[in-house]
C-alpha cells in the first residue's frame, strides 16, 4: 500500500511538473487537480464497500462472514484536451488488480473511441456502475451471461438524439486474470448495442434517488459472437473426452432490456441468450428488479427476481457457476433467484446502508436445494 501512494504522489507530482501551468484543486465528488486552462485534469476517488454475509446453506455447512466486496481506487481526467479522457481502476480486496484502464477520445458526439480493458455492454446491469445499485449485488443472470471486463476496441457515440450505439472488439477471455491481456488463440469477440431513450433521460445509477417529475423509459439490445470463448470451456472435461478444442468454442450472445423511473419508482428487466455454437446448446435467463423510495432521497425498498434456464445436456454456458460445478453434467434445471432489501441514503449513493434478503433456489441446477442468505453492506465514495 505503502508504495501505491508512493506512485500516486510521484503521478501527480510529474502531472503539475509537466503541464508547467498554474493549476486549481479541491473536491468536486473527488479530489481534483484542474490546468488554469482546463487542458489538463486529474480525478481521485476511493470507494469501500464493506459487507456482512450470512448464507444459511441446505447442502453444505452455513457461513457466516465480514469482508470487503470492493476496495477501489480511480483515477480519471484528462490530458492535452478534454476530449482525450483517461480511467484507471485498482483493486485492493486481495492484492492490487488493475479492473478498468483505458483512454477515450471524444471526437464528437457521434464518434467516440475507448481503448483498453473496459467492460464489454452485453446487458443492462453493465451499463450501471457498482457504486449505484440499489440491491447490495448484481443478480444471477449478471454472473451467468456477462462478459464483464475484456481488452479491447470499442467506438460509440449518438446516431439521432435518442439512440446511442457502441461496436465493439476484443479479446474474448473475459474477466479472466490469467490471461494478463493475451488472446490464446486467433479469434476474437465482436458485438454491438443499440440504446434508445423514449423519454427523459436514463440515471447513470440504478433506482430514481433524484425523484423524477417526468418519465424516464429507455430500451437496449445486445448482440455479440465470441468466435473463440476459451474461458468458458477450458478446462472442462466432458468437452475434452468428445476431441473439442475448448480453445474453439463459439457463443453467440443477445440481450434485450429496458428501464423505467418516476417520482421515485424504478424498473429494470432484461432477457438473455446464449447459445453455443459448436453443441448447439441454448440458456436463457430473464431478471426483473424495481423500488421504490417509501421517504424520498433517504429510505428506499426494493426486489428482484431472476432465473436462468440451462440447457440440457450441456448449459451452453459451461463454467460460470451458477447452473454446475466443475465437470458435472448439467441436469437442465433451472436456478432461480429473489431478493427484498431496503436502501437508507445518508449522502446519495455515496453513503449509503443496504440490507437484504435472498433465497437462491436449485443451487447450481440441483433441484430443491435452495440458499437463504442475509447481507448487509456499507457503501462509503469519496
Known amino acids: 500500500m505503502r508504495k501505491f501512494f508512493q506512485i500516486l504522489f510521484g503521478i501527480v507530482f510529474l502531472f503539475v511538473c509537466r503541464i508547467g501551468l498554474a493549476v486549481d484543486g479541491g473536491y468536486d465528488k473527488g479530489f481534483y487537480l484542474l490546468s488554469d486552462d482546463k487542458n489538463f485534469k486529474f480525478k481521485f476517488n ?15 455447512l452455513d457461513t457466516n462472514s465480514f469482508g470487503l466486496s ?46 483498453g480493458r473496459f467492460y464489454i455492454p452485453i446487458n443492462r446491469e453493465d ?20 462478459v464483464n471486463r475484456d481488452y479491447g476496441l470499442q467506438i460509440s ?23 494478463a491481456g493475451q488472446n490464446l488463440n486467433k479469434e476474437m469477440l465482436v458485438g454491438a448495442r443499440l440504446q434508445s431513450v423514449i423519454m427523459g433521460t436514463i440515471p447513470s445509477y440504478q433506482g430514481d434517488y433524484d425523484m423524477s417529475e417526468s418519465p424516464n423509459i429507455g430500451l437496449g439490445g445486445t448482440l455479440l459472437f465470441d468466435f473463440g470463448a476459451d474461458q468458458e470451456t477450458e478446462g472442462f ?5 468428445q476431441s473439442i478444442d475448448p480453445l474453439e468454442d463459439k457463443i453467440l450472445r443477445g440481450d434485450l432490456d429496458g428501464s423505467f423511473t418516476w417520482h421515485g419508482f424504478s424498473l429494470m428487466s432484461q432477457w438473455q441468450l446464449a447459445y453455443n455454437t459448436v453443441f448447439r446448446t441454448i440458456d436463457h435467463g430473464v431478471m426483473v428488479q424495481n423500488g421504490m423510495f417509501i421517504i424520498p432521497k433517504r429510505v428506499e425498498v426494493a426486489g428482484r427476481w431472476a ?10 454456458l459451461a463454467s460460470t457457476g451458477i447452473t454446475k460445478t466443475g465437470s ?13 432489501g431496503i436502501n437508507t441514503y445518508f449522502r446519495g449513493h455515496d453513503l449509503k446502508l443496504q440490507m437484504e434478503y435472498s433465497q437462491i433456489m436449485n443451487v447450481n441446477g440441483v ?16
Open 46 to 60: 476511493i470507494q469501500i464497500q464493506p459487507r456482512h454475509e450470512y448464507v444459511a446453506k441446505e447442502a453444505a
Open 70 to 115: 470492493r476496495m477501489r481506487t480511480y483515477f480519471t481526467g484528462h490530458s492535452f484536451s478534454p476530449k482525450f479522457k483517461y480511467t484507471l481502476t485498482v483493486e485492493f480486496n486481495k492484492g492490487a488488480d488493475v479492473r478498468d484502464a483505458h483512454v477515450n477520445f471524444e471526437l464528437a458526439d457521434y464518434f467516440k473511441v475507448r481503448i
Open 127 to 146: 451499463v450501471y456502475s457498482s457504486v449505484g445499485l440499489h440491491l447490495v449485488d448484481t443478480s444471477i443472470v449478471w454472473s451467468h451471461f456477462t
Open 157 to 179: 457515440g449518438k446516431i439521432v438524439k435518442p439512440l446511442d450505439y457502441a461496436v465493439f472488439i476484443a479479446n474474448g477471455g473475459g474477466n479472466n486474470p490469467a490471461k
Open 237 to 241: 472435461s466432458t468437452f475434452v473426452e
Open 307 to 316: 432465473s436462468v434456464f440451462p440447457d440440457f445436456p450441456f448449459p451452453a
Open 328 to 340: 458435472e453434467i448439467g441436469t437442465g434445471t433451472p436456478v432461480h433467484e429473489w431478493v427484498g
Open 367 to 382: 433441484r430443491n436445494v435452495n440458499d437463504q442468505i442475509i447481507r448487509t453492506q456499507l457503501t462509503f465514495v469519496f
